[in-house]
């Protein structure tokens, strides 16, 4: 079974640029979170999808956070424009249920200069 | 405002011996606790979890306790292996049987396990 896949791995952006992270579930899992770790503090919950529906959002931080789940398979996430405050790794997780212990992948370590 | 605190960085322990890792929170709210293992580029994985209906949950090398009255909690690995070395993750959720499985994490501890 693949587990949860997000791309690309690494971006560098220039502050006000846009950026769109991409996050693949495991197959079947309809529940989909975002969390987020800025270097040095704690990870940070960001939103949960139930399917296509936005179930929990408020960890969003602000109106520049854009996250889809068109169909309720893959998500993106855009940062639209990007700050410096942005940086940090973006981490995607997914379960079959609502339940804990869910799986994450392996994150997106953004850098924006 | 840090509701779920490891106050120590990095913990460093010979091989075979007990590791113990500890973690406090503030929200009274917080009814169901989890810790997870984090690799370096690799996305944490979850390890054990204990509801506040208990005080001890075992799997296998890993126990974690829980103290409500002090708000603590500790994960107690016996006996360590190198390949325990890793970032570990207090994470905890204001749970309460219903639909809210938001994670609040630690800072987290980076554990070193010596040969």
């Known amino acids: 079974e693949a587990g949860v896949t997000q791309f690309p791995s690494h971006s560098v952006i220039e502050k006000g640029q846009t950026v769109t992270l991409r996050c693949d579930p495991i197959?079947?899992?309809?529940?989909l979170y975002w969390y987020r770790r800025v270097m040095g503090k704690e990870i940070k919950f960001l939103l949960h999808f139930v399917k296509e529906s936005k179930q929990d959002e408020s960890g969003m931080p602000n109106n520049r956070f854009l996250a889809e789940r068109t169909g309720g398979t893959y998500s993106t996430l855009k940062v639209q424009p990007a700050e410096l405050e942005d940086s940090g790794v973006y981490f995607c997780a997914s379960s079959p249920r609502q339940e804990f212990g869910y799986t994450f992948g392996s994150g997106t370590r953004l850098t924006v200069v | 405002d840090q509701q779920v605190k490891q106050n120590s960085p990095s913990l460093s322990v010979q091989e075979g011996r007990i590791s113990i890792l500890n973690c406090d929170y503030t929200?009274?709210?917080?009814?169901?606790f989890l810790w997870y293992k984090k690799y370096p580029a690799e996305g944490p994985t979850f390890l054990i979890s204990?509801?506040?209906?208990?005080d001890k949950n075992e799997d296998g090398r890993f126990t974690v306790f829980l103290n409500k009255s002090a708000k603590h909690l500790s994960l107690h690995i016996v006996p360590s292996q190198p390949g325990d070395s890793a970032v570990y993750f207090c994470a905890a959720s204001a749970y309460s049987g219903g639909s809210n499985y938001k994670l609040t994490f630690g800072k987290g501890t980076l554990l070193t396990v010596n040969p």
């Open positions: 204990i509801s506040s209906i208990k």
């Open positions: 929200n009274s709210m917080f009814d169901y």
């Open positions: 197959s079947g899992h309809d529940n």
